[in-house]
Structure formats: structure tokens, C-alpha cells
């Protein structure tokens, strides 16, 4: 399948899904782990996977997101009422993805990304790493579809 027509059956999906004309949904210039995202509207955003493609895409933002994945780790375990997303206030994106390289070059380490990887996805947080808004995965025909805002 060309890249062009399988966006294309991205977008009839996501159209019927949501149950709006294929004309409504735009995709993203840029891509987002590897992937174009779908635009229904100006403040609202899927992406539209198979089931490998949403392996693939989910293995790359565990990598790019693991300082998200630390913080919320730490919360959880100390039961503390607080938010890695109050980090993006207090801290430019340059620091971020330095902060994350160096998580990186930590896990790379000890355990490497991928057994991390593995370990995460075997145990269904696949929803939780791709779709931003809601951390849900819906099942739509042979695509996965994940809200990002």
C-alpha cells in the first residue's frame, strides 16, 4: 500500500469513527513517532494506527518521553498529588530533552529501552503512552485510534 493511500484509509476511518464528512479531517505537516497525526477541527487530534504501527509508535515515545514515565513512576510510588506536565512551566524544552537523554543514557545502562519497552507494552500501556487525552485505545476496524488533545 503507498503511503498516500494508506493516509487517505487513515482518514475514511477516523471520518467514520466520528461519524463526520472525510473533508473534515486534515493531517499534520510533521509527523509524530514516525506518524501523521489526523486533525478533526483546530483543537483536536488522533493518531490512526495499525496494530504494528502503534508497537513501533509506542516504542519510540517511551524513548522520547521517559522523563514523563519517571515522573508519574515516582508520583504514583510516594503517593504525591503532582503533575509531570507542571515540569513544561518551569522548564524550557531544550532542558527536557536533555533531562530525557540522560534518563536515557540511564535505562540504556542498566536494563536498555528495549527490555523497558517490552516490559511496558506486555503489560497494556500501550493507550497510556500514545493517546495524550484520555489514555485510551480504541479499536476501529484494522486501526487503533488514539486522542492526542
Given at each position: 500500500m503507498s503511503h498516500r493511500r494508506g493516509i487517505q484509509d487513515k482518514i475514511k476511518a477516523l471520518s467514520e469513527y466520528l461519524n463526520v464528512n472525510p473533508?473534515?479531517?486534515?493531517?499534520?505537516?510533521g509527523t509524530l513517532y514516525s506518524f501523521k497525526a489526523l486533525y478533526y477541527g483546530t483543537n483536536t487530534a488522533y493518531l490512526v494506527l495499525?496494530?504494528?504501527?502503534?508497537?513501533?509508535?509506542?516504542?519510540?515515545?517511551i524513548k522520547s518521553r521517559?522523563?514523563?514515565?519517571?515522573?508519574?513512576?515516582?508520583?504514583?510510588?510516594?503517593?504525591i498529588e503532582s503533575y509531570p506536565a507542571d515540569a513544561l512551566e518551569r522548564l524550557n524544552h531544550q532542558e527536557i530533552r536533555e533531562i530525557n537523554a540522560g534518563i536515557y543514557r540511564l535505562v540504556e545502562a542498566t536494563c536498555g529501552s528495549e527490555i523497558l519497552s517490552e516490559k511496558m507494552l506486555s503489560l497494556g500501556n500501550?493507550?497510556?503512552?500514545l493517546a495524550d487525552y484520555d489514555q485510551t485505545e480504541r479499536s476501529f476496524?484494522?486501526?487503533?485510534?488514539?486522542?492526542?488533545f
Open positions: 473533508a473534515k479531517i486534515t493531517e499534520s505537516e495499525t496494530d504494528i504501527e502503534a508497537n513501533v509508535a509506542a516504542r519510540r515515545a521517559l522523563w514523563v514515565i519517571t515522573l508519574e513512576a515516582a508520583f504514583e510510588y510516594f503517593g500501550r493507550a497510556n503512552i476496524g484494522e486501526y487503533y485510534i488514539y486522542r492526542l
